[in-house]
């Protein structure tokens, strides 16, 4: 691993040129690293290239002149030392197959996607160690906390977490990444990290509901509270610590996604509660609300462990069953009392 005098020569690929992806990219870019950047989409690619502009996914916004955009995938990955991975976690196993056996064992991987999927229940993370069988398990780290992509290229200062199992590893990305409006803390618990990235988009789109609903603020911030527990209690299950779910990447992001009108999940949340049925508002949206394919995952993964996450739940029969909303919160609000902070999973 390249220490940090060796820093300017580090080389770095990144796997996805949505917004987020373009975003880190150009927060790597504008630090110095010549970033090689894998676009799926012709266009976007050519508009990269051309114009030094995202117009598909972050138009009006210039980008750093050491973006170098391909839609050759392997030219993009081969010979790096990092590779960072932002692509829809739908995609995530079919994308990341095509790259298998061109990176090193020592090759740093970090997956900056947010989701678990659905046929198998697995985080971004586990996904990798599946498609990836010759990069160590010490080598993946993840990213993630409360960050819109349209503020980091603006230079808000933001604050997000890296995990990995390997604190070397996590220490290294955490140089790689920050700046001075763009602050990164370690931690271990890489379950942990992604659970709370993944569960928070679901509780958007609930939270979403409620504003569409307008049903009142207090409303919103008992759901959101409830919203954490459920996360939490999942995140027990399957072994994280609880102290990480009141982190960035557990309060932080859940916080800033079910609050703003820049949260794709939260958005489609508010137009189903005034009424728009779901196919609509996905045929009009051309960047994934991950919430959407998330709440089956969530809700088949917590009926298979036994954990309590009647939020989730609803969310789920509302996308996928055509439940009414406002059945779906008479429900919540009508369930057997008990304790707050029953931590029964």
Not at 206 to 230: F, P
Request: aromatic share 6%.
């Amino acid at each position: 691993m390249k220490n940090n005098m060796d820093m300017d020569s580090i080389k770095i690929g990144v796997v996805g040129a949505g917004s987020w992806g373009t975003a880190l990219a150009n927060l790597l870019a504008l630090k110095g690293f010549k970033i090689d950047l894998w676009a799926y989409e012709k266009e976007v690619k050519d508009q990269i290239q051309s114009n030094k502009e995202n117009t598909v996914f972050l138009p009006g916004v210039p980008l750093s002149a050491n973006i170098f955009p391909s839609n050759d995938i392997a030219e993009v990955v081969s010979g790096k030392d990092l590779i960072l991975i932002v692509v829809p976690s739908h995609v995530m196993r079919k994308t990341t197959c095509k790259i298998s056996g061109l990176l090193s064992k020592d090759t740093i991987v970090v997956s900056a996607s947010k989701g678990i999927e659905n046929k198998t229940h697995l985080t971004m993370s586990g996904v990798l160690k599946e498609t990836l069988p010759d990069v160590p398990e010490d080598r993946f780290a993840v990213l993630s906390g409360p960050s819109f992509a349209k503020e980091v290229l603006k230079e808000d200062p933001t604050a997000v977490t890296v995990a990995s199992r390997n604190r070397e590893v996590a220490g290294f990305v955490q140089q790689v990444f920050s700046t001075p409006y763009f602050r990164v803390y370690t931690n271990d618990d890489m379950i942990g990290v992604e659970l709370g990235g993944a569960v928070k988009n679901v509780i958007a789109v609930a939270s979403g509901i409620v504003d569409g609903l307008g049903l009142g603020l207090n409303a919103r911030a008992a759901l959101i509270t409830r919203g954490l527990a459920e996360m939490r209690r999942l995140g027990i299950k399957l072994g994280a610590d609880p102290c990480t779910f009141s982190g960035l990447s557990g309060v932080g992001d859940l916080l800033l996604t079910c609050t703003a009108a820049l949260s794709r999940n939260y958005t489609v949340g508010k137009q189903i509660g005034e009424g728009k049925t779901l196919k609509k508002i996905l045929s009009e949206m051309r960047m994934v609300a991950e919430g959407v394919k998330t709440a089956k995952s969530v809700y088949n993964l917590s009926r298979k462990l036994g954990v309590e996450m009647p939020i989730c739940h609803e969310v789920y029969h509302v996308l996928y069953d055509d439940f009414s909303p406002k059945e779906s919160v008479h429900r919540l609000m009508s369930r057997d009392l008990k304790h707050e902070f029953d931590e029964k999973v």
